[in-house]
């Protein structure tokens, strides 16, 4: 019968000389720093930046070295929202470096940058990138080609570092030429008319002593003298000078200016009308209305020589005469939350005449745009200033207090 009580332990055998078979590869790892993967999509419009679609990428430009701005959807090629990595981005302004790669052929094709401004679009994420090196082409990718996108953040700023040594002082350049010295032509002397014989005396002369009788000789007739200087009245005072007819002279003046006129020629023209302003808004305009022109009602006057500013109905500049006016108009803007298109606009008689737009961000807690101009306006017409913002919010304001503000001033007629 087998035995129920075990034998002995034998001694171990010696350590084997041969080495085992080597095991399989493992898997990839992953991508170091922050990264995930996307499809590239070549549908590319340099004009609409919009959503690429779910899991997709899209430049602005097909040329690598062009490429200023790309979208890149919310959802990864899995189908992953990965939103919160893409608002890593933007990092409250410390803006880092992005690189785009093929997963497939990673040293060979890749498109690398850094980052401007980063926007979230809702569904997907607009970027503005600076170009700094690529290579597989342009573009780099293939449609539909995976592409896999790194982000590094932009380390923080170092310590200010002490003041450098000044340099020397440069050397004097040469006194420049002096300038032509040109001298204007002599003015027209122009005498007036003889004024009219004072009264006769009332206190007679004494009677002086009685002459020789001499021969009488009577003289040639002397020529017959211009007719008396008329005058209306000094809204339109008229005059005739010269002495002998061939030189005729009109002297028109009105209330806006002073005419001289020579054989029908104006020759001079005087501006006899003093108008310009400076009016300021006081208090904010809050809330404005996206995409809409709105009106600044300046109601606070720095200056307004012609009382010619209507600061308490209608807020507008009316011209007292025709003429050329200096415009300068300012919108200060504030609460700008989004990428925005924010314009000053100068209205003459209720048409839009001059448009100056600046861009603002989240970044950008205040922003001007200014608009310059020299414009012909007809008497009794009018001038005001307007602001318009493009934002697709109505958070935006227009700030009141010293920036902005209309300056008119009346140049020629």
Same mark, same amino acid.
């Given at each position: 019968a087998d035995s129920t009580v075990a034998g002995p332990t034998g001694p171990t055998g010696a350590d084997s000389t041969v080495a085992g078979p080597t095991g399989p590869s493992g898997d990839q790892g992953g991508y170091g720093g922050w990264s995930s993967s996307w499809d590239f999509s070549t549908s590319i419009s340099a004009d609409?930046?919009?959503?690429?679609?779910?899991?997709?990428?899209?430049f602005n430009h097909a040329t690598a070295s062009s490429v200023t701005e790309m979208v890149i959807n919310e959802a990864n090629a899995d189908s992953?929202?990965?939103?919160?990595?893409?608002?890593?981005?933007?990092?409250?302004?410390?803006?880092?470096?992005?690189?785009?790669?093929?997963?497939?052929?990673?040293?060979?094709?890749?498109?690398? @940058?850094?980052?401007?401004?980063?926007?979230?679009?809702?569904?997907?994420?607009w970027l503005e990138v600076t170009y700094a090196l690529a290579t597989g082409g342009d573009p780099p990718f293939s449609n539909g080609e995976e592409v896999v996108v790194t982000f590094a953040q932009?380390?923080?700023?170092?310590?200010?570092?002490?003041? @450098?040594?000044? @340099?020397?002082?440069?050397?004097?350049?040469?006194?420049?030429?002096?300038?032509?010295?040109?001298?204007?032509p002599t003015g027209e002397s122009i005498t007036g008319p003889t004024g009219p014989t004072g009264a006769d005396s009332t206190v007679a002369g004494p009677t002086g002593a009685t002459g020789p009788s001499g021969d009488s000789i009577t003289g040639p007739t002397? &020529?017959?003298?211009?007719?008396?200087? +008329? +005058?209306?009245?000094?809204t339109n005072l008229t005059g005739v000078l010269a002495g002998n007819g061939s030189n005729i002279k009109t002297i028109t003046a009105t209330e806006d200016e002073v005419n001289i006129t020579d054989g029908g020629n104006t020759t001079e023209k005087v501006l006899n009308v003093q108008s310009k302003c400076k009016v300021r808004l006081a208090s904010d305009i809050s809330n404005l209305t996206d995409a809409t022109d709105t009106k600044v009602t300046l109601d606070t006057e720095i200056y307004d020589i012609g009382s010619d500013f209507d600061s308490?109905?209608?807020?507008?500049?009316?011209? &007292?005469?025709?003429g050329y006016y200096l415009i300068i108009g300012t919108v200060h803007w504030k609460g700008i939350t989004a990428d925005s298109r924010l314009e000053a606009k100068i209205f003459i008689n209720g048409s839009e005449t001059q448009t100056q737009a600046a861009l603002g961000n989240s970044n950008t807690a205040r922003v001007t745009s200014q608009c310059v101009s020299v414009e012909y306006v007809a008497s009794t017409q009018y001038i005001e200033?307007?602001?318009?913002q493009t934002s697709g919010t109505t958070t935006v304001d227009i700030d009141g207090g010293t920036e902005t503000y209309l300056i008119v001033h009346l140049l020629s007629v």
């Open positions: 609409t930046m919009d959503d690429p679609g779910t899991g997709n990428l899209r992953v929202n990965v939103a919160a990595f893409l608002s890593s981005f933007a990092n409250s302004g410390n803006y880092g470096f992005i690189k785009i790669f093929s997963k497939a052929n990673p040293g060979t094709k890749f498109w690398a @940058g850094t980052i401007r401004t980063v926007g979230d679009q809702g569904t997907y994420y932009k380390g923080d700023e170092g310590a200010k570092g002490d003041q @450098g040594i000044q @340099g020397n002082q440069g050397i004097t350049g040469p006194t420049g030429p002096s300038g032509e010295s040109i001298t204007g002397g &020529p017959t003298g211009p007719n008396n200087i +008329t +005058t209306a009245t000094t308490t109905t209608n807020n507008r500049f009316t011209a &007292p005469v025709s200033l307007y602001g318009r």
